[in-house]
């Protein structure tokens, strides 16, 4: 609903209503806090980039065909080993030692001698194969190679390598236990050598008793030690017997049970996992990056943080606005969500003593909707017969720029068929007085200016503010605001910098308008200390 101005004092009744809480909303906030990150916030985040993952999630997925071709999969042949029986101490270590021995330096070496290639680096080709038990007798030998011929020859060479270790490592066990019984046997003969020579030394001595004696005891001694001679040597000789067969038995046991063979693969089996890894992990990236920004985030994108910030209600917000890129034409004011805000501002517009009604439209960070929505609410106001002044202290004046003015000062021109007097400052003026009375007293003003506020109705301001400046000039150009900020462009300081501002001034921060606000908000945009005078502008506006 637009509300139209009269006659005479050119304003509805209503609007003198905010004159008595207009007041209420001059208090300071605190420091502004973002709200919750609830699940549902973090479902908002993810809706509003959805474009930016799914895109993240293209490229991952075309990353992952791209690795597919650049670095395929390896092939892969296996071989068994058999194992031959042996008496384990421990049951299953046989196998366990097997596959150690397999994966040692030692047969990847013999592995690479056995395929011609240098053996200086045999840690290296170790990662290019497994051995693994199927059984407590069956070694599985995998290898992997960049074709399948070279995964073959590699598998072969390993099981040749390990049969020959194992056939080198049964020998060697077997010569050192020959050479330990051998070791027994020598000592053995050693002993009785000795005994022998002290009995003939002692005999080629003059005989005694006592000689006697000791002669008989050391040949006792011989004579026992020939005794276990003789018994350790068939001993050791069926020793010898038995290791060998079963050297033997474990040699010709041990061998290549399956030569090695291609591992059959899918044509499209990896192709698929790698596009699924590429698109999975795009996908966990992006989303990730996006909830960890959100989360870090100090931009406002609720109704209720921007209330809370700015310290006044937010009692409109609008979808984003897809004008097109770069400043939209005044034929952009058609939009139906521009003319919600238009509306708004319509009945926000602020009387004052002298009859000049007033209303200032600060943009919190991108001028370009609020001075299409200027533009809209003067020539609206021009077509109902009132005479709009129209001052742009916007940063490049962009609402000049619309209405076709390029050059600084009071100009009249002719937009959509309808007069407006255009005031737009010098740049060099930063802080341009305005024709309004400030806190009882009226700073001096240009000729131009005064000449044309006196013979205006309706005076519309769009104002940018500077923290570096303050905004002590606002309230000589309207005696009410209203702010517009952008869903996600502001940080929460600037907003509140923004609302401080206003006050400060002396202008009355009369509400926010919030561009681009997520379908998916519920809060209403009425916090604290800004419920009670929202309510009474509600009241005051339905009488």
Known sequence: ???????????????WAYDDFASLDQRSVGAPTGGLASLGYIKAALRRTTRVWISIAVLGLLAGLAAYKEVPPAYKATSEVLLASSAETVSGQAILDAEAFAQSNQVAAAALRKMGLPSSDPGSFTGDYTATELTNR?????????SSALAVQEANAVAGAFLSFQDQLLRTQQQQVTAALQQQIAQAKQRISVLTKQIKALS?????????????????DRNQAQSQLTIQEATNNASLASTEIATKSQII????LDAAAPVARSKHK???????????????????????RALVSDRLRRRDDVSRALGAPVRLSVPRLRLGRGRPALGAAENPDIQRIVGLLDRSIQPSSRGLAS??????????????????????CARRGLQVMVADLGRGAPVAALLGIAEPGVRVTDADGTRLIV?????????????????????????SVAEASGAADLLITLASLDPALGADHLSGWAGAAVAMATAGQPSAARVQAVGEMIRLSGTTLMTGVL????????????????ATADHLADHALGQ
Do not use: H
Request: glycine share 10%.
């Open 1 to 15: 609903m637009t509300l139209s101005l009269r006659d005479g004092d050119n304003l509805p009744e209503p609007l």
């Open 138 to 146: 069956v070694l599985l030998i995998t290898s992997k190679a960049k």
């Open 204 to 220: 080629a001595r003059p005989p005694t008793p006592a000689l006697e004696t000791r002669i008989v005891g050391l040949k006792t």
């Open 253 to 256: 046991g041990t061998k290549l």
């Open 270 to 292: 990896y192709l698929i996992l790698y596009s699924i890894i590429g698109l999975f992990a795009g996908l966990v990236l992006s989303m990730g990056v996006i909830v960890v």
């Open 359 to 380: 209303l200032a439209v600060v943009p919190v960070d991108d001028t370009n909707v609020p001075a299409l929505c200027v533009a809209a609410l003067a020539v609206s």
């Open 423 to 447: 005031m737009v400052p010098d740049p060099e003026d930063l802080m341009p007085a305005g024709p309004l009375p400030q806190g009882g007293r009226r700073r001096e003003v240009s000729e």
């Open 515 to 530: 561009i681009g606000a997520d379908k998916a908000d519920q809060s209403i945009g009425i916090t604290g200390a800004t």
